[in-house]
């Protein structure tokens, strides 16, 4: 059986969030998100402070750039399974606790290897949180909102990313580049103890919840254990949304990595100016995470066909995101590329709720497993798509990388269309799909 196939019946109310307990533990993980981006960027922020600092080479900084990456890429699907073998409430305590003791690490670097080792310890404990927080969300969501806290979260982490320039800068600027990050690791190791908390790994652990809240889940895993992962059914379910990830995740490098240099280079823009400017661009990916989760959440609503619903918002996600590319290059103007490429990151980010939906639809006992066989295929971009963008760009200018793009994006839009995951619960395997509340 397809993934929650069913046939069509009227629309319903979605399950409320508010005057919730798990309004306010998506609130909390909205801050964790927030803060999970404001640590892995921020040495870009500071990284010229710390060359002179630390008298390091240009090669050494590509090294310690890339050792989040790395660790971070491959370690995906072992953090999600750490996660659900301790519980998300024990997991992500020591995820922030060590990631938080990573950043202060970063601050107290004497050189290359201790600020390369701080940077592999981030992508060490970071490669497990989102898997993990997406175990807890599928204990604690209803399924008809499960694409819409995907996308409240998701947007958290870009304006994390968006702020984390000003935040580090303006502490560089207070009191040197050591504090800022001292400052970010005790803010992380204090989110850590909040979540230890506040969090329950049962939504019936938690003192209080009412049986109203715990009614309106009935679809939701009830035991605190976890059955042997069904490694032969879910890989195959999974490795077509990684690659679709792989597609989303390569196209979102370009942006984050290579965007100011584009505007700068083609447009002849100063610092203020093109950072202004990046800055509005990515502005249009906050929306669209949000955006992309409610509408996946609305035709499941609506079709009672989770299949249709996060195809149907990945397909339109990524068509539009490769449209809107095109006239960056067909016309030259600074409004028309601003205007189009913020359009495209919008699209691009229709689907990253939608992509970390769908492991907590497939698999919801196994989630944090699943969602790290998903995220690998993001991670994986993550180490490729400087390196090849680079490359092609040295060779041939701006406008062949973003080509590629482009066809990378059409290519995932029809593996999205074709992919038909299964869902699997320890009871039978493929179950029908969850009854709505």
Same mark, same amino acid.
């Given at each position: 059986?397809?993934?929650?196939?069913?046939?069509?019946?009227?629309?319903?109310?979605?399950?409320?969030?508010?005057?919730?307990?798990?309004?306010?533990?998506?609130?909390?993980?909205?801050?964790?998100?927030?803060?999970?981006?404001?640590?892995?960027?921020?040495?870009?922020?500071?990284?010229?402070?710390?060359?002179?600092?630390?008298?390091?080479?240009?090669?050494?900084?590509?090294? &310690?750039?890339?050792?989040?990456?790395?660790?971070?890429?491959?370690?995906?699907?072992?953090?999600?399974?750490?996660?659900?073998?301790?519980?998300?409430?024990?997991?992500?305590?020591?995820?922030?606790?060590?990631?938080?003791?990573?950043?202060?690490?970063?601050?107290?670097?004497?050189?290359?290897?201790?600020?390369?080792?701080?940077?592999?310890?981030?992508?060490?404990?970071?490669?497990?949180?989102?898997?993990?927080?997406?175990?807890?969300?599928?204990?604690?969501?209803?399924?008809?909102?499960?694409?819409?806290?995907?996308?409240?979260?998701?947007?958290?982490?870009?304006?994390?990313?968006?702020?984390?320039?000003?935040?580090?800068?303006?502490?560089?600027?207070?009191?040197?580049?050591? &504090?800022?990050?001292?400052?970010?690791?005790?803010?992380?190791?204090?989110?850590?103890?909040?979540?230890?908390?506040?969090?329950?790994?049962?939504?019936?652990?938690?003192?209080?919840?009412?049986?109203?809240?715990?009614?309106?889940?009935?679809?939701?895993?009830?035991?605190?254990?976890?059955?042997? &992962?069904?490694?032969?059914?879910?890989?195959?379910?999974?490795?077509? &949304?990684?690659?679709?990830?792989?597609?989303?995740?390569?196209?979102?490098?370009?942006?984050?990595?290579?965007?100011?240099?584009?505007?700068?280079?083609?447009?002849?823009?100063?610092?203020?100016?093109?950072?202004?400017?990046?800055?509005?661009?990515?502005?249009?990916?906050?929306?669209?995470?949000?955006?992309?989760?409610?509408?996946?959440?609305?035709?499941?609503?609506?079709?009672?066909?989770?299949?249709?619903?996060?195809?149907?918002?990945?397909?339109?996600?990524?068509?539009?995101?490769?449209?809107?590319?095109? @006239?960056?290059?067909?016309?030259?103007?600074?409004?028309?590329?601003?205007?189009?490429?913020?359009?495209?990151?919008?699209?691009?980010?229709?689907?990253?709720?939608?992509?970390?939906?769908?492991?907590?639809?497939?698999?919801?006992?196994?989630?944090?497993?699943?969602?790290?066989?998903?995220?690998?295929?993001?991670?994986?971009?993550?180490?490729?798509?400087?390196?090849?963008?680079?490359?092609?760009?040295?060779?041939?200018?701006?406008?062949?990388?973003?080509?590629?793009?482009?066809?990378?994006?059409?290519?995932?839009?029809?593996?999205?269309?074709?992919?038909?995951?299964?869902?699997?619960?320890?009871?039978?395997?493929?179950?029908?799909?969850?009854?709505? @509340?």
């Amino acid at each position: 059986m397809s993934l929650l196939e069913d046939k069509p019946t009227a629309a319903v109310t979605a399950t409320p969030m508010r005057g919730r307990v798990r309004g306010n533990v998506v609130i909390i993980l909205c801050v964790m998100y927030a803060i999970s981006y404001i640590d892995r960027t921020n040495i870009s922020t500071a990284l010229p402070t710390i060359q002179a600092s630390l008298h390091l080479t240009t090669n050494e900084l590509g090294w &310690v750039v890339s050792a989040f990456s790395i660790p971070y890429a491959l370690l995906q699907v072992f953090g999600g399974n750490i996660g659900e073998r301790f519980g998300a409430r024990k997991a992500l305590f020591w995820i922030a606790l060590l990631w938080g003791v990573a950043t202060l690490a970063t601050g107290l670097s004497i050189g290359f290897w201790t600020l390369f080792g701080a940077r592999v310890l981030l992508g060490l404990t970071e490669a497990a949180a989102f898997p993990t927080a997406t175990s807890a969300m599928t204990r604690w969501v209803p399924s008809d909102r499960n694409g819409f806290v995907q996308g409240v979260v998701h947007s958290a982490s870009r304006l994390g990313n968006a702020a984390a320039p000003l935040v580090v800068a303006w502490l560089i600027v207070w009191a040197g580049w050591r &504090v800022s990050f001292l400052v970010l690791g005790v803010v992380s190791i204090v989110w850590g103890v909040i979540w230890f908390a506040y969090f329950r790994n049962r939504p019936d652990e938690h003192k209080r919840v009412t049986q109203v809240e715990l009614d309106e889940m009935p679809d939701r895993p009830k035991s605190a254990a976890r059955p042997p &992962v069904p490694w032969r059914r879910l890989i195959p379910s999974m490795v077509p &949304v990684a690659f679709v990830d792989f597609g989303y995740g390569w196209t979102l490098w370009v942006f984050l990595t290579w965007l100011p240099s584009f505007l700068g280079d083609s447009y002849g823009l100063k610092l203020l100016s093109y950072a202004g400017f990046t800055s509005v661009v990515l502005i249009g990916g906050v929306f669209g995470d949000t955006v992309g989760g409610m509408v996946s959440d609305a035709f499941y609503r609506r079709t009672r066909d989770m299949r249709k619903s996060r195809r149907n918002t990945l397909v339109i996600g990524l068509i539009g995101s490769a449209a809107w590319l095109v @006239p960056v290059f067909a016309i030259h103007n600074l409004v028309v590329a601003i205007v189009s490429l913020t359009i495209s990151f919008f699209f691009l980010e229709l689907c990253n709720a939608t992509l970390w939906a769908i492991p907590m639809d497939t698999a919801p006992e196994w989630a944090g497993t699943a969602s790290g066989m998903m995220n690998t295929g993001f991670g994986i971009a993550g180490i490729l798509s400087p390196i090849v963008f680079a490359a092609v760009l040295s060779a041939t200018g701006w406008q062949w990388p973003f080509f590629a793009s482009i066809v990378l994006l059409l290519v995932a839009a029809v593996v999205a269309w074709r992919m038909n995951p299964r869902r699997i619960t320890s009871a039978d395997g493929l179950a029908p799909a969850p009854s709505l @509340p």
